[in-house]
């Protein structure tokens, strides 16, 4: 609205104030509906503060929901893996393990090959004139024919710089990321560059330097000298083995297995083991042990502390205190009524499937709902129910957070009845959003009629005002002539 302060200054009368008052009363529907905006905005919030405890209830109703092709109780299992000897091994199992001994004996473990290179004065020593490149490759040889085979994925370019010395290229070595490890070690002799490869025999080094020809002579030389080594060659080369690459060798329960690493995975599904050292003729036993309890009741316990919340928020929406006369903010709405006997419902209607056990629903194993209407977990009943049956109660626990997960989609899906009240507020608020403009905008009509009519009228009076000053003081000066 436009304010005019001046209003009511040339006629001395409170005009201002006076259509102040008059759009007050003018103003009473526009602050009407104002008043209902927000109380339904504030309804939409707390939609949304329903939607958002449900949602965390959803979260830990999935968390017992076993994912496609798995088992409850594969969902809820848990394995720890144990080496009688630890000198020989440790081990450790995830999913997919399955209990059980097995007698574990190592007859080899794996290791790098080892590359010792020719003795130069000191690392400081320049191994290339011009620079060159030298190519390293990590691979096996081929059982059938005994030839080497490069690895195409593992190999690797190394450049040098002209100059670069035995130095440079240990350092370029590490920077490779080829998993090979150069040192040099400063002997009596003088330096000579070490070089280890990752354990297993399909890691077999191949080192060979870019080769420069002479024009004239048609000689080939080498750009870096002193580092080429070829595991096809038996005869003297640059770079001599130390140690030959091998993969571990072991038996579990008997049946012969093979790995390029000494930590092994994949021979014994959810399991990985880590070898140490042999044991030849001196078995040990690998010990798997399945468990289910820690597992299945934290996710038990989640879910309960997830519905008491959700709880704690629909009875705070819905309460009415008669003391001081303070509602929710959703008391009496039927969505929330809704969603709240849809939930309750939910907590004792799903069963664990087995109809010959006696644990059918959650109250058999040791979950009740209390006089606040929370969720309380008898943990002593609980674990005697799993240490009963694990796989009826780990049936029935994950059939409950199924069917929450139904349940609360349904309410929240694009069609449940929490979308659709929170579509239908959003509406209502958007309509008196245009009630509202359209009434301002009539509001604006009537002050500017009114400051009109009252401008006219503090100008009318002003004038007569004026002209009975001037009468008055004509009559004054004939009175006094």
Not at 109 to 130: D, F, K, M
Not at 162 to 169: H, I, K, Q, S
Request: no cysteine; glycine share 8%.
């Amino acid at each position: 609205m436009a304010t005019i302060t001046s209003l009511g200054s040339g006629s001395g009368l409170e005009l201002e104030s006076l259509v102040s008052k008059l759009m007050a009363a003018e103003s009473v529907s526009l602050t009407t509906l104002q008043k209902k905006q927000a109380s339904y905005e504030t309804k939409i919030s707390a939609m949304g503060t329903l939607r958002s405890s449900l949602a965390a209830l959803q979260t830990a109703a999935t968390s017992m929901t076993p994912s496609t092709l798995q088992s409850a109780s594969e969902k809820f299992a848990s394995y720890t893996a144990s080496v009688t000897n630890t000198a020989v091994a440790s081990a450790t199992a995830s999913t997919g393990a399955v209990a059980g001994s097995y007698s574990l004996e190592v007859s080899k473990l794996a290791q790098g090959q080892r590359l010792t290179g020719g003795v130069v004065a000191s690392s400081t020593t320049s191994i290339t004139t011009n620079g060159g490149t030298l190519t390293l490759s990590l691979g096996s040889m081929n059982a059938s024919t005994g030839n080497y085979e490069a690895d195409s994925a593992r190999t690797y370019s190394i450049a040098l710089d002209a100059g670069a010395t035995l130095a440079d290229l240990r350092d370029a070595i590490n920077d490779s990321d080829a998993g090979v490890t150069a040192s040099i070690i400063n002997g009596t002799n003088g330096a000579q560059l070490v070089l280890n490869g990752p354990e297993g025999n399909n890691s077999v080094m191949r080192l060979a330097s870019s080769v420069t020809t002479d024009p004239d002579t048609l000689v080939q030389t080498n750009d870096i000298s002193g580092v080429n080594y070829d595991p096809d060659v038996s005869g003297s080369q640059d770079m001599t083995q130390s140690l030959a690459a091998l993969d571990a060798e072991f038996t579990l329960n008997g049946i012969a297995a093979t790995s390029h690493s000494n930590t092994v995975t994949g021979v014994l599904e959810g399991v990985t083991l880590e070898l140490a050292t042999t044991n030849i003729g001196s078995a040990t036993t690998l010990k798997i042990t399945e468990e289910s309890t820690t597992n299945l009741t934290k996710a038990l316990e989640a879910f309960v502390t997830a519905y008491n919340s959700s709880q704690t928020t629909m009875s705070a929406l819905g309460a009415y205190d008669p003391e001081t006369k303070v509602a929710g903010n959703l008391q009496g709405n039927s969505t929330l009524r809704y969603a709240t006997g849809q939930i309750r419902q939910t907590v004792f209607s799903a069963t664990s499937g087995n109809a010959s056990s006696s644990y059918q629903t959650l109250s058999n194993i040791g979950v009740t709902i209390n006089s606040s209407g929370k969720l309380e977990i008898d943990s002593t009943k609980l674990n005697a129910a799993i240490k009963a049956d694990s796989n009826t109660v780990s049936n029935l626990v994950a059939n409950v957070g199924e069917a929450f997960d139904t349940t609360l989609t349904n309410l929240m899906d694009t069609d449940g009845s929490l979308t659709i009240a929170t579509k239908g507020l959003t509406t209502t608020v958007d309509d008196l959003e245009k009630q509202q403009t359209k009434l301002q905008e009539r509001l604006d009509a009537i002050e500017t009629r009114y400051r009109a009519q009252f401008t006219a009228l503090d100008t009318l009076v002003a004038s007569l005002t004026s002209t009975g000053d001037y009468l008055t003081s004509f009559i004054s000066s004939l009175s006094s002539n």
